[in-house]
Antibody, heavy 123, light 111 residues
Framework: EVQLLESGGGLVQPGGSLRLSCGAS????????MGWVRQAPGKGLEWVSA????????FYADSVKGRFTISRDNSKNTLFLQVDSLRAEDTAVYYC????????????????WGQGTQVTVSS | QSVLTQPASVSGSPGQSITISCTGT?????????VSWYQQHPGGAPKLMIY???NRPSGVSNRFSGSKSGNTASLTISGLQAEDEADYYC???????????FGGGTKLTVL
């Protein structure tokens, strides 16, 4: 059974940083692309970043490009999202997800999701 | 504002069928057969219900089906059950960004 467990969220001041983590189990981690999707309070879903299984390519939404950095440690089955220069509009639940396809410069199909970690940006 | 347009809410009685629409453009829904649907119960994580317009992941009930016509994709739930009450989001591959874009979500109420 695929399991994804996020951690690292919290309350941070505008301009601050956090490092989100996602521990994975139940599948061969290095074989799959992984992604981060966020959901602002009472709002819809936004896919913000993805990384291929070999970490040879990363993808970002325009809204976070230059401020967020996705990475992974395949030896520890762990996905990361470094979030810097945080703004109030980054307040959201951040979900880690296993990606079904990432190739040719695009990613699609979020097959399995974690329960999320809350990030709140406020002074 | 979401790239894909969904109705804010739909409702139906147990046993009935409902359809949720997802309208995009010729650069996303209309151009590619890469539409997915996700179910999210209150306080829970999203769950993939349909991918590539019509395909169901293993374990998803065959009461859920997807289709597409032109720039509009649809999710149909037949034999509505109380447990189907949730938010539903569509998503699509688009030529303008590397990551799938989502609709604004539709709240399904089972009367």
């Amino acid at each position: 059974e695929v399991q994804l467990l996020e951690s690292g969220g919290g309350l941070v001041q505008p301009g601050g940083s956090l490092r989100l983590s996602c521990g994975a189990s139940g599948f061969i981690f290095s074989d799959y692309a992984m992604g981060w999707v966020r959901q602002a309070p009472g709002k819809g879903l936004e896919w913000v970043s993805a990384i291929r299984g070999s970490a040879d390519k990363t993808f970002y939404a325009d809204s976070v490009k230059g401020r967020f950095t996705i990475s992974r440690d395949n030896s520890k089955n762990t996905l990361f999202l470094q979030v810097d220069s945080l703004r109030a509009e980054d307040t959201a639940v951040y979900y880690c997800a296993k990606v079904g396809y990432c190739g040719g410069g695009t990613c699609r199909r979020l097959e399995n999701w974690g329960q999320g970690t809350q990030v709140t940006v406020s002074s | 504002q979401s790239v894909l347009t969904q109705p804010a809410s739909v409702s139906g009685s147990p046993g009935q069928s409902i359809t949720i629409s997802c309208t995009g453009t010729s650069t996303d829904v209309g151009r590619y057969n890469y539409v997915s649907w996700y179910q999210q119960h209150p306080g829970g994580a999203p769950k993939l219900m349909i991918y590539d317009v019509t395909n169901r992941p293993s374990g998803v009930s065959n009461r859920f089906s997807g289709s597409k016509s032109g720039n509009t994709a649809s999710l149909t739930i037949s034999g509505l059950q109380a447990e189907d009450e949730a938010d539903y989001y569509c998503s699509s591959y688009t030529s303008s960004t590397p990551l799938e874009v989502f609709g604004g979500g539709t709240k399904l109420t089972v009367l």
